[in-house]
């Protein structure tokens, strides 16, 4: 079992940057996916960033804003998030093939 702990959430004005964290408990090197999600109020969750072995896919409301990386020696991933807007409020969760994090909360001010 594999316990991801997300970290970096906040309140923002928006323009402004964040950077989450995902820290892994085992191994992420030989993960197949990694993914950050987000669930806004009243929202079903989404995707917002995915990493597998052809690539990574971003949500097209977050392209050239967010950048999703990941360091297999530290097992740890990143969503650096540049440019927010009030819409990008959320929790974002971060999953490591089936495995999900508590979440951490993204709230961007207008």
């Known amino acids: 079992q594999v316990r991801l702990v997300e970290s970096g959430g906040g309140l923002v004005q928006a323009g402004g940057s964040l950077k989450l964290s995902c820290v892994a408990s085992?191994?992420?090197?030989?993960?197949?996916?990694i993914g950050w999600f987000r669930q806004a109020p009243g929202e079903e969750r989404i995707l917002v960033a995915g990493?597998?072995?052809?690539?990574?896919i971003y949500a097209d409301s977050v392209k050239g804003r967010f950048t999703m990386t990941r360091d297999n020696a530290e097992n740890t991933a990143w969503l650096p998030m540049n440019s927010l807007k009030p819409e990008d409020t959320g929790v974002y969760y971060c999953t490591v093939d089936a495995h999900w994090g508590q979440g951490t909360q993204v709230t961007v001010s207008s």
């Open positions: 085992g191994s992420i090197s030989s993960a197949d996916t």
């Open positions: 990493n597998s072995r052809i690539g990574t």
